[in-house]
Structures are given as C-alpha cells and as structure tokens.
T-cell receptor, first 112, second 112 residues
Framework: EAQVTQNPRYLITVTGKKLTVTCSQN?????MSWYRQDPGLGLRQIYY???????DKGDVPEGYKVSRKEKRNFPLILESPSPNQTSLYFC???????????FGPGTRLTVL | RKEVEQDPGPFNVPEGATVAFNCTYS??????FFWYRQDCRKEPKLLMS???SGNEDGRFTAQLNRASQYISLLIRDSKLSDSATYLC?????????????FGKGTKLSVIP
C-alpha cells in the first residue's frame, strides 16, 4: 500500500530535550516536506527536499533541522524544543512538481 | 510575500445546497493551484487540481482567474459527507526551489 508513515504519532516532551520525528514514504517520490499546523495559522511549510541530499527552508524553518540521506526518509529534528513548537506536524511526499501531495497521518507534539 | 487568503467560515448549509468558496493569492508568479480537503484531526487530501479553463469532477467545479488572482470551488447538491475544511493551495518554483503555500482553510458544515 502506497503510504507516508510518521512516528511517533503523539509525543509529550520537555523544553530542551532533543527529539526526532521520522517520516518515510514507499512511493519513490523525489519531493518531501514537513509542515506544521496551528489553529488560526493553517499549514505552514517548515522544510522541503527536492531529492537526496537536497534540502531547503520553507516559511518557518527556525528551530528545526532536516536531513535527506535516503530517498524514502525525511526526518525532522528539534535540537532544543520549546513550547512554541507545540503543534500538529505533517510530513508529505510527491513526485517532483506532481499535483498530489501525499500526507502522513500527523504527529501531535506537546512541549512542556 | 506569498499569501493565500480564504474566508475561514464556517459555512453552514443544508443538504442539497450549492456552496462556493473563493481563495485569493498575492504572488502573480504562482504556477499551480489545488483544492485539498481536510477532515477534523486528519491529514489533508487532494480534492482537485485547478486549471485555467476550469474543471469539473462530479459535483465539484474549480475555476481559476489569473488576472484577478483568485480560485474558486463550487460544490453542488451538498452531502453530509462534504463537511470538512477546504484548503486552497498555490505553488511557486524557481531555480532550485519548489514551495507550496496553503490557505488557512474554509470550514464547511452540511446540515441535515
């Protein structure tokens, strides 16, 4: 089954404790991206990757890192999480400039 | 600055009604346009692409007006299952970049 998986689905952590949210897709997509969704602010792109070893900042990259060592994986790293990073995070993938972004099920992160 | 604006609603309509949403975008260089649907606490899913000539998919019709920089979505004969948030999406690309900007969404509730 074609899908994007994210782990964990739910996470409660404390300020400053490094964490990684994994994202994996099995559709051989070149393009992958991370979004955060907050009430009243909608979906905002954090980082995106157009291919292996190619990553670029989206609209709200501060406080996040990503890597794209393999085509299928695109982890999101929070080196020192802060409460303002409490949000719902979505990973997505697509063919390069393809019409359909396939979203993962989301990761709900709470930073205390 | 890239902006995509939508009326947040909610639009509360009876079953069988016709409802229309508009979305405006600020970047005249935007290239591709889509409507996504998001159910509560779920990931967004592509509803339809939007083409300059207008396009229809069953009860859904999408239109693009590049001169006025807006896109629209018309839903005819609304069903209870149409209740969701509808997200307008615009893409921009340049040398080595490709980004998607989402509107904040318009909430639709179809009432029995």
């Amino acid at each position: 089954e074609a899908q994007v998986t994210q782990n964990p689905r739910y996470l409660i952590t404390v300020t400053g404790k490094k964490l990684t949210v994994t994202c994996s897709q099995n559709m051989n997509h070149e393009y992958m991206s991370w979004y955060r969704q907050d009430p009243g602010l909608g979906l905002r792109q954090i980082y995106y990757s157009m291919n292996v070893e190619v990553t670029d900042k989206g609209d709200v990259p501060e406080g996040y890192k990503v890597s794209r060592k393999e085509k299928r994986n695109f982890p999101l790293i929070l080196e020192s999480p802060s409460p303002n990073q409490t949000s719902l995070y979505f990973c997505a993938s697509s063919l390069m400039k393809g019409p359909t972004q396939y979203f993962g099920p989301g990761t709900r992160l709470t930073v205390l | 600055r890239k902006e995509v604006e939508q009326d947040p609603g909610p639009f509360n309509v009876p079953e069988g009604a016709t409802v229309a949403f508009n979305c405006t975008y600020s970047n005249s260089a935007s290239q591709s346009f889509f409507w996504y649907r998001q159910d509560c606490r779920k990931e967004p899913k592509l509803l339809m692409s939007v083409y300059s000539s207008g396009n229809e998919d069953g009860r859904f019709t999408a239109q693009l007006n590049r001169a006025s920089q807006y896109i629209s979505l018309l839903i005819r004969d609304s069903k209870l299952s149409d209740s969701a948030t509808y997200l307008c999406v615009v893409t921009h690309s340049g040398a080595g970049s490709y980004q998607l900007t989402f509107g904040k969404g318009t909430k639709l509730s179809v009432i029995p």
